[in-house]
């Protein structure tokens, strides 16, 4: 099982930055895929960004250039550095870990609020 404690959210202005952590812990081995997804009002869930197996990233179009994700290896902890914040960007923030240890295991925190105000 792995445990995902996400947590950095509040509410920003317009054009302002926050800075999300996700923190895993269990057994964090055959972790392959880890990310961020958010999911806004009356919307489907969506991808930000993640680290891809074999070590690259993917972002989602809107969020290229603005946001960037990262990590502590040490720390089993991934960031998502979020710039120019708009009000669109509000959403519950989720961090997702994917596991492969013979099958795919999906894994998500709780979830962190993000509000930006125009």
């Known amino acids: 099982q792995v445990q995902l404690v996400e947590s950095g959210g509040g509410l920003v202005q317009a054009g302002g930055s926050l800075r999300l952590s996700c923190a895993a812990s269990g057994t964090t081995y055959k972790i392959e895929r880890m990310g961020w997804y958010r999911q806004a009002p009356g919307k489907q869930r969506e991808l930000v960004a993640a680290?891809?197996?074999?070590?690259?990233?993917s972002y989602a179009g809107s969020m290229k250039g603005r946001f960037t994700i990262s990590r502590d290896n040490q720390k089993n902890t991934v960031y998502l550095q979020m710039n120019g914040l708009k009000p669109e960007d509000t959403a519950v923030y989720y961090c997702?870990?994917?596991?492969?240890?013979?099958?795919?295991?999906?894994?998500w925190g709780q979830g962190t609020l993000v509000t930006v105000s125009s």
């Open positions: 680290f891809i197996p074999g070590g690259g990233t």
């Open positions: 997702n870990a994917q596991q492969y240890n013979g099958t795919w295991k999906s894994y």
